[in-house]
T-cell receptor
């Protein structure tokens, strides 16, 4: 089973709201990732968690706050977002962040976020 | 610099025909992995096929095969017997070595449209 589950599928929020995106995997993977994807563009890496610790932050603004409560769950807390933050947010997982050249990342279906 | 290039913004193919999606890459690292992902309009990034730099044979997965030409630094995806459900965006990606972890770098994508 190569399933990564993301909720909600769609989210509309105002610039003063606080919301969270959730991601879950049960493949025993120890690396989890958040990506942001704008329309007609490839995904851009935001954060990497390895063994439940934040490993990489790709210079993401502090209004995005990731959290990894356990090895299966990954959250992305959103606060005071801007309209330009509207995008598809994808979660992915892999066996290990340094799993060799064959470090396949499996993605969820994403959350489509609109910031008004 | 490590880079993935997809030169075809869009491709059209008739149902049941084969289609080749182009991908070239640039890296000085002898060890790397190449991946193809499919992204339907629903948003999910679906892993299709993997090729390692040291693999002697071209990878195949069902109707998908990867035409790996190392000297030319190309990793084209061949889809045989196209189906209507193959209509989607296709991304070529490469694992690159970065400081502390292996980063997945995507090309700009090719949109495939399969017609009846």
């Amino acid at each position: 089973d190569t399933e990564v589950t993301q909720t909600p599928k769609h989210l509309v929020m105002g610039m003063t709201n606080k919301k969270s995106l959730k991601c879950e995997q049960h493949m025993g993977h120890r690396a989890m990732y958040w990506y942001k994807q704008k329309a007609k563009k490839p995904p851009e890496l935001m954060f990497v968690y390895s063994y439940e610790k934040l490993s990489i932050n790709e210079s993401v603004p502090s209004r995005f706050s990731p959290e990894c409560p356990n090895s299966s769950l990954l959250n992305l807390h959103l606060h005071a977002l801007q309209p330009e933050d509207s995008a598809l947010y994808l979660c992915a997982s892999s066996q290990d962040k340094n799993g060799g050249a064959k470090n396949i990342q499996y993605f969820g279906a994403g959350t489509r976020l609109s910031v008004l | 610099a490590q880079k993935i290039t997809q030169t075809q913004p869009g491709m059209f193919v008739q149902e049941k025909e084969a289609v080749t999606l182009d991908c070239t890459y640039d890296t000085s690292d002898p060890s790397y992995g190449l991946f193809w992902y499919k992204q339907p309009s629903s948003g999910e990034m679906i892993f299709l096929i993997y090729q390692g730099s040291y693999d002697q044979q071209n990878a195949t997965e069902g109707r998908y095969s990867l035409n790996f030409q190392k000297a030319r630094k190309s990793a084209n995806l061949v889809i045989s017997a196209s189906q209507l459900g193959d209509s989607a965006m296709y991304f070529c990606a490469m694992i690159i070595m970065n400081t502390g972890f292996q980063k997945l770098v995507f090309g700009t994508g090719t949109r495939l449209l399969v017609s009846p």
